[in-house]
């Protein structure tokens, strides 16, 4: 019994090595990038509540812009990841220039969005319960950070266009060096910028947000000038801009594959905001508790979902090169482990709930929430992981339509309706709601299971493209 587990799950020493030389720089660049989140969310923390809330409330909507433009390099690049396994640079080339186009977009409409109607968006997370001057002071941070933010999305989606396209050649290392030289650079402009050290003013939230704009664009040129200057690297890259043109029928492709996986990246992050909206009716301890939790929990998901990345780029791959049998033996052993990893990670997490959030300064109350909301979120890692990974399977043999229904459908249907009711119609402890929210992902769990056992997504998209 033991030995068909194992050769059905575990892989060998190559494996790993190969698995582990792939992801271990992914893994970096997002953690390091996560870090520097983190170590700006605990700076602006000194500042007190009201300034932590309103800068937790923005990045809710710089969450939702992040994972938009996920979702938009994503459908080009189950193609581009096929046509690397095929050997097809032409095609590659293709792919990247739609991500730039859609990116360029998403960067326009993000933009007018969060500068038009930034006030009204702001104030549907502000407590009713808040007094006048607190919510007052929530939306004068929140939006003085939002003015300078938005310029961080231009960096931020062309970067995002040229590491997806990097990374699926399996050049992970220069992202992760891009984001890891961005690092030192945001925290020394954090603590200069912030308190108005070393002969610079003090700026405090508008400090942070400069810093942060600053470090994405060194990121993003660093790994742009990497890109066009190793052109046997990424031979994709070689008359990349003589003329935009795509080919009708790839574009259509493309379009009907990656349409249904931006739209439903956006409207998971959505949903996931409109969950944090149903939190923050409570009280304001409730965001902020919320903002502390998700800082130490988005550092140390780093390892599940560049897992995730790491299994769309490998199977998707193989499924180029028609290797079928050898793509679904590959996805078994990535899908375990994904999971012992996130299991492994979610068990260090424990400890350290109770001690990080006393690096803020704010109110007993809302370091309790915090570090019940970490050991919660900790403990979940593993359904997480799993479901992460499931999605990036059925992305890797194009089944885009199904990880819409899988995302959207679990996120709206379910997950959502269950935290209005509970947040809006009840008496419950935020502390209950929040569990039983969270492990609500058991039904997505399930649901992951038969699809990916389905073997509908073992499947070669680039054959007669």
């Known amino acids: 019994m033991f030995s068909g587990f194992r050769k059905k799950f575990i892989g060998s020493k190559g494996f790993y090595k190969m698995v582990l030389s792939m992801a271990v720089p992914m893994i970096l660049q997002m953690a390091v990038t996560n870090l520097v989140s983190l170590i700006d969310n605990i700076m602006v923390g000194r500042l007190g509540t009201e300034p932590m809330s309103g800068v937790s409330i923005i990045n809710q909507f710089v969450f939702v812009f992040n994972v938009t433009v996920f979702g938009a390099v994503a459908g080009p690049s189950i193609f581009g990841a096929q046509f690397f396994g095929k050997g097809d640079h032409e095609g590659q080339k293709y792919t990247f220039r739609f991500r730039l186009l859609v990116c360029g977009f998403i960067i326009v409409a993000a933009s007018v969005i969060c500068l038009c109607l930034g006030a009204p968006l702001i104030s549907l997370f502000i407590s009713r319960e808040s007094e006048a001057a607190q919510a007052s002071m929530i939306l004068k941070s929140g939006l003085d950070y939002l003015k300078i933010i938005v310029i961080g999305f231009i960096p931020f ?6 590491s997806s396209v990097i990374r699926e050649c399996g050049y992970t290392k220069a992202p992760m060096a891009a984001a890891m030289s961005a690092v030192g650079i945001n925290v020394l402009l954090d603590y200069c910028l912030i308190f108005g050290k070393f002969g610079m003013p003090e700026l405090g939230v508008k400090g942070a947000a400069w ?4 470090a994405k ?4 040129l660093v790994v742009i000038v990497w890109a066009h200057t190793h052109p046997q690297k990424n031979r994709y890259i070689t008359g990349l801009f003589r003329g935009f043109h795509i080919p009708a029928k790839l574009m259509s492709d493309i379009t009907k594959k990656g349409i249904p996986m931006l739209v439903n990246e956006f409207l998971w992050s959505l949903g996931m905001s409109v969950v944090m909206q149903c939190y923050s009716v409570r009280s304001t301890d409730v965001v902020a508790a919320r903002n502390i939790s998700s800082t130490m929990t988005n550092l140390f998901s780093s390892v599940y979902i560049q897992m995730g990345a790491c299994i769309a780029i490998i199977v998707g791959a193989r499924l180029g090169a028609s290797k079928l049998a ?3 033996d590959l996805d078994n052993k990535l899908l375990f482990f994904a999971v012992a990893a996130a299991s492994i990670v979610g068990l260090a997490t424990l400890p350290l709930a109770p001690v990080f959030p006393k690096l803020y300064n704010t109110e007993d109350s809302v370091r309790s929430l915090a570090a019940y909301m970490i050991m919660i979120q900790a403990l979940a890692m593993p359904l997480w992981s799993y479901t992460n990974a499931c999605y990036f399977t059925l992305r890797s043999g194009g089944k885009t339509g ?9 996120t709206w249907l379910l997950m959502i309706p269950l935290a209005a009711v509970l947040a809006y119609c009840t008496d419950l402890d935020i502390r209950i709601i929040f569990a039983v929210v969270t492990f609500s992902e058991v ?5 992951g299971y038969f699809m990916v056992r389905s073997n509908v997504w073992v499947k070669n998209i680039v054959n007669d493209i």
């Open 217 to 220: 664009t060194f990121e993003a």
């Open 326 to 328: 050898e793509a679904r």
């Open 211 to 214: 810093a942060t704009v600053i």
């Open 443 to 447: 039904v997505k769990v399930t649901i």
């Open 402 to 410: 199904i990880t819409f229904l899988f995302d959207f459908g679990f």
């Open 157 to 162: 989606g062309i970067g995002q266009a040229y």
